[in-house]
């Protein structure tokens, strides 16, 4: 199957005047059609400023990044105005994102005017009474103001104007973690529907790595700019191999108090390094136990261990002896 999505070398650098912050710094994938491609790791690691650069929110500071088989960043302003309708983003804090002195019609229909799409108000009015109950809200909602909704209904809406322009990728920006968790799962639930309805493609971004199993299909895991292991949802979770991953996973608590009592809890010295400075060689070298010489001299690339499963690691063999 060919990839809807290619990234290539993509790097995001920002001159913050002491220095160059490389908040993505060299990360290649690609996400096919219909899929779920999470991407996980602790805040600070570049994961929302890599779902911003790939859909040209941010200009890439190196990279490329193919869709449909054509380098986006090539693109002049003209040509990307048309591949842009096929790259939405749903935000974090839907309350920041939507205008409040605007109605939910007219916040749905923004994109519909920039775009020019309909030719009358009752076609506008009709597509976005669609879009609405796509989304589970209904016609007595139009003509409310964001404040009159609650966080969840507010998702709702945000999700609503990204569907306007009828999208085929979708950044969804830790889309759940500003609602209650009651609500989370209806919001994601929601998003997994969409999903099957209109066949979309969504990059789910994350530091909740429970929630990310349960939405994607396959998981990247970031870590100061650079992925460190990345597959299938269910291997990556039940086999992790990179020490970065393996500690991150047995944080998460088990529901069943006697295995979560048995279980090894994986301790992270220090905090996650500046980007402004990141270590020589990996990444990781400053808070990993099994660290050596090597792993301050040279990156670790990330290769295929098993089929499906990437990782950068020098020493993965030596580490996971007993799976490899
Ligand atoms: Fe740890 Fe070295 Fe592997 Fe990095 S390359 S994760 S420092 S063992």
Redesign the pocket.
Known sequence: MNPLISVRNLKKHFDVGEGMLKAVDGISFDIHEGETFGLVGESGCGKSTAGRTMIRLYEPTEGELLFNGQNVYELSSREMKEVRKNFQMIFQDPYACLNPRMTVEDIVAEPLDIHKICHSKKERRKRVMELLELVGLGKEHAMRFPHEFSGGQRQRVGIARALALNPKFIVCDEPISALDVSIQAQVVNLLKDLQAKLGLTYLFIAHDLSMVRYISDRVAVMYLGHI?ELADSEELYNTPL???TKALLSAIPIPNPKEQRNRHRIMLEGDVPSPINPPQ?????DR?????D???QKT?RLEEVKTGHHV?????KE?NKEVL
């Open positions: 460190m990179h020490p970065y060689g990996c990444r990781f070298v990993c136990m099994y660290a050596t090597i792993c301050r670790p950068a690691c020098h020493l993965v580490i």
